[in-house]
């Protein structure tokens, strides 16, 4: 009886409180257009429930768990007094789609194999908790933080990250598609094993971050400063720089083949065994580096200068200069010609 009570009071559009979802079986539900107020679910489990056209007004979930749960078109809203909350939840292969939700707090919640498509997250945090396996695609982000979170293994698609903050969360393996960060002074991030896909990085600071095994691969990078960072086997293919500094960094093993270049630095960097390998380096400064056993094949560097750079064992087969000032470099065994390069490129 009380499930039926409930899906009564939700066909005439009334308000459902807390007396109304007593001893209510949420397990398989499909829940169509109805209103919850206030209302705090505690230790319940929605097993395949779905929730359509649903709306949420200052309600809490606590202890709750979702399995297979769908949100479809549904809206949440807070008060300034208390938020709608998801405290120590676990959430597994949900989905929320087409949902406006504003002010939610998701507080010790393990987030797995769930995904959040084409609506809006305004003014949310996730704090504390897990969101593994998971994906955002093209919602909608206004002054959404996640902080002190564990994030692997997880899509965010088409999302502009000027007002989105993640504050000391340990981030792996994250796939960010077409993203846009603007404006970002990053400290001491720990991302690793990241993938930033055709994305743009405008007027961005990164300080002491731990960035290894990163790739951003086709993603231009316009005015923007790496300090102190770790960025070893990092992947910047085809990447391009507009005015962008490295100082102080650990690029060893990092690729820069294919790399469009202007205006840019590198100083007092550690690159032993990087690849630079076709890339155009215009007006560029490379300045007391560490480049042995690096790779700069068929580079090309115009109006640059390097200085008290190490490229001891380097290959330079077929690098090419133009106008490029050079300035007490150490160029010991260094190779102007690699015969097995040169033989693949003959037979070719």
């Known amino acids: 009886m009380p499930t039926e009570k409930l899906l009564k009071l939700a066909r005439l559009n009334r308000l459902i409180t807390q007396d109304e979802i007593a001893g209510v079986n949420f397990n398989g539900l499909t829940l169509p257009m109805a209103t919850f ?6 230790d319940q489990v929605f097993n395949a429930t779905q929730f359509e056209q649903c709306t949420f007004l200052n309600c809490q979930f606590i202890n709750c768990t979702f399995e297979k749960a769908r949100f479809t078109t549904c809206t949440w809203h807070a008060s300034t007094l208390q938020q709608v909350e998801f405290k120590h939840c676990h959430l597994l292969e949900s989905s929320w789609a087409a949902c406006e939700n504003r002010a939610i707090a998701f507080s010790e919640c393990v987030v797995q194999r769930c995904a959040m498509t084409q609506g809006q997250l305004e003014e949310c945090t996730f704090s504390h908790g897990q ?7 093209q919602v909608d982000c206004t002054a959404v933080t996640f902080a002190d979170s564990e ?7 088409e999302s502009n990250f000027d007002t ?8 792996q393996r994250g796939l960010f598609l077409k993203c846009q960060f603007n404006n970002k002074q990053w400290h001491k991030l720990v991302w690793q094993a990241c993938s930033f896909n055709e994305s743009v990085f405008n007027h961005c ?3 002491e971050a731990q960035w290894q095994t990163n790739n ?5 990078f316009n005015h923007c400063q790496f300090s102190q960072c770790n960025l070893q086997q990092t992947l ?11 100082g102080q960094c650990e690029i060893s093993e990092s690729n820069f083949s294919e790399v469009f270049a202007k205006h840019s630095q590198y100083s007092q960097c550690t690159a032993d065994k990087s690849l630079w390998m076709a890339s155009q380096w215009n007006s560029c400064e490379f300045i007391d580096l560490k480049l042995s056993m690096s790779d700069w094949s068929h580079a090309n560097l115009v109006d640059s200068t390097v200085k008290n750079c190490d490229f001891t064992a380097a290959n330079w087969h077929k690098l090419q200069e133009d106008n490029t000032l050079w300035k007490k470099n150490i160029k010991k065994m260094l190779r102007m010609t690699d015969k097995l390069q040169a033989n693949s490129e003959a037979a070719a």
């Open 37 to 42: 107020q206030e209302v705090i679910f505690e």
């Open 151 to 157: 994030m692997n293994n997880f899509v965010l698609n």
């Open 131 to 137: 969101w593994l396996d998971s994906a955002f695609m």
């Open 164 to 171: 989105i903050a993640i504050e000391q969360c340990q981030v």
């Open 236 to 246: 910047f293919i085809k990447a391009q720089f507009n005015q962008v500094h490295f």
């Open 205 to 207: 600071t990164i300080t």
């Open 216 to 220: 951003f691969i086709g993603c231009h």
